[in-house]
């Protein structure tokens, strides 16, 4: 257990459906991360946010919606989305995004497994 | 785009064997990390190396970094079953202070008994 918990960890919605993905870590981090990995294709960054502000959005469609209330939780709201949507959602986070220049260890949930049918 | 590339895309080995998996990249980093995924679960971190060391040891696993030739190799010593996975090198853009990481396609490892 790395300390990220995810849920749920399966998912089937319509494209007409509206769901969240739920992350939280319980390792006193400052730094959160949304990331899709879809077969065939390298893991994707969608998001960041640093003390619940988001510092990246990596051109990721409107349907996808974060929200970072605290430190702890992340969530990922889903709406209207498409078949190719379907993949393993990943939450991360770590102590901060940089540590002394470095980009920090980051600490993966095991993921959402979402079909979008 | 900075996107690493690993190879080969896939490593069949008996279990004693070594395993090297190659990791290039485009741009400058600051860093370079090393993570492992099971079969569809999250991700675990192996191991950084930073831009001005050129190699690191952690237990059974060996980490080279050629920044001149943009290139990272990961070393598993004496595999064993529990090995099997699939690897992937991360890089961080030496530009970027918001923490993202590149993932390369990664390296499918199976590792028999």
């Known amino acids: 257990e790395t300390g990220v918990t995810q849920t749920p960890r399966h998912l089937v919605m319509g494209m007409t459906n509206k769901k969240s993905l739920k992350c939280e870590q319980h390792?006193?981090?400052?730094?959160m991360y949304w990331y899709k990995q879809s077969a065939k294709k390298p893991l994707e960054l969608m998001f960041v946010?640093?003390?619940?502000?988001?510092?990246e959005n990596n051109s990721v469609p409107s349907r996808f919606s974060p929200e970072c209330p605290n430190s702890s939780h992340l969530f990922l709201h889903l709406h209207t989305l498409q078949p190719e949507d379907s993949a393993l959602y990943l939450c991360?986070?770590?102590?901060?995004?940089?540590?002394?220049?470095?980009?920090?260890?980051?600490?993966f949930g095991p993921g959402t497994r979402l079909t979008v049918l | 785009s900075q996107q690493g590339e690993e190879d080969p895309q896939a490593l069949s080995i008996q279990e004693g064997e070594n395993a090297t998996m190659n990791c290039s990249y485009k741009t400058s980093i600051n860093n370079l990390q090393w993570y492992r995924q099971n079969s569809g679960r999250g991700l675990v971190h192996l191991i950084l190396i930073r831009s001005n060391e050129r190699e690191k040891h952690s237990g059974r696993l060996r980490v080279t970094l050629d920044t001149s030739k943009k290139s990272s190799s990961l070393l598993i010593t004496a595999s064993r079953a529990a090995d099997t996975a699939s690897y992937f090198c991360?890089?961080?853009?030496?530009?970027?202070?918001?923490?993202?990481?590149?993932f390369g396609q990664g390296t499918t490892l199976q590792v028999k008994p």
């Open positions: 390792l006193g981090h400052n730094a």
């Open positions: 991360a890089t961080a853009d030496g530009s970027s202070n918001t923490g993202k990481l590149i």
């Open positions: 991360a986070s770590s102590q901060e995004p940089m540590v002394a220049g470095v980009t920090d260890t980051q600490y």
């Open positions: 946010y640093n003390f619940k502000e988001q510092t």
